[in-house]
């Protein structure tokens, strides 16, 4: 095995001494990537971990589709430091990319819900459907990814929806899922469970003001396609 131990090489040229001297910025890919996996192994050094975890992918961009059994596969690599690997990756991503919702979401807010969503929801092959619980005022109290999987009435159940407006005290609620197409075009059962969302809620007193589709590029609101009425 070809494979160079930290302790082998000198100490002003390891990754850990390296970034405190001159900065994050001037470690390789190589190198962040054997900082976050520690000590590595009796078998195996990090930065052979790190060099593993890079065969997985073509360009370091793609590094944000490794999943954490792919990264369990690897010789060496556990599932402490696989998860510890996909948080550092998660918050990495949300460090630079995410914009934060802000408290109030009234109803020009579609654009703002969806640049905070692009992000999180790019390059997932199954869709996820999040509730946004907003107050009497229309202020975010919560968020909550509740389901995941094609959308449709079997598997988005109300009950689990309105439970959290409940424990929230919710007075609104705007729902966002995406479209792993990519396409915002809402299906027919896109339209079929917003609009049982919405009655279940006039009965509840719990309105749905928004259904907001995340697509690759752009989203579909059904507030501003006047497919919901206004409260």
């Given at each position: 095995m070809s494979d160079v131990l930290?302790?082998?090489i000198p100490v002003s040229e390891r990754p850990r001494e390296r970034l405190v001297k001159y900065g994050a910025k001037s470690l390789s890919t190589e190198d962040l990537i054997a900082i976050i996996m520690k000590t590595g192994t009796k078998d195996?050094?990090?930065?052979?971990?790190?060099?593993?975890?890079?065969?997985?992918?073509?360009?370091?961009?793609?590094?944000?589709?490794?999943?954490?059994?792919?990264?369990?596969?690897?010789?060496?690599?556990?599932?402490?430091?696989?998860?510890?690997?996909?948080?550092?990756l998660e918050l990495g991503r949300r460090v630079y990319?995410?914009?934060?919702?802000?408290?109030s979401l009234r109803f020009n807010s579609a654009g703002k819900i969806y640049k905070h969503f692009r992000s999180e929801m790019m390059g997932l092959n199954q869709e996820y459907f999040f509730c946004l619980y907003l107050d009497q005022s229309k202020r975010l109290i919560d968020k909550k990814?509740?389901?995941?999987?094609?959308?449709?009435?079997?598997l988005v159940h109300p009950r689990e929806i309105f439970k959290w407006a409940y424990l929230s005290?919710?007075?609104?609620?705007?729902?966002?899922?995406?479209?792993?197409?990519g396409s915002v075009i809402p299906s027919s059962d896109d339209i079929n469970v917003t609009n049982a969302l919405v009655e279940i809620g006039?009965?509840?007193?719990?309105?749905?003001?928004?259904?907001?589709?995340?697509?690759?590029?752009?989203?579909?609101?059904?507030?501003?396609n006047n497919m919901l009425e206004r409260h």
């Open positions: 930290i302790r082998e195996y050094s990090s930065k052979y971990l790190a060099q593993q975890v890079l065969k997985l992918v073509k360009n370091v961009s793609d590094l944000k589709n490794v999943t954490l059994s792919s990264l369990i596969k690897i010789n060496g690599i556990g599932v402490v430091k696989a998860i510890e690997f996909m948080a550092a990319d995410e914009v934060p919702l802000e408290n990814l509740l389901f995941k999987g094609t959308l449709n009435k079997s005290s919710a007075a609104y609620i705007i729902c966002v899922h995406n479209h792993p197409s006039k009965l509840q007193g719990i309105f749905v003001i928004d259904h907001v589709i995340v697509g690759s590029d752009n989203y579909y609101s059904f507030y501003e």
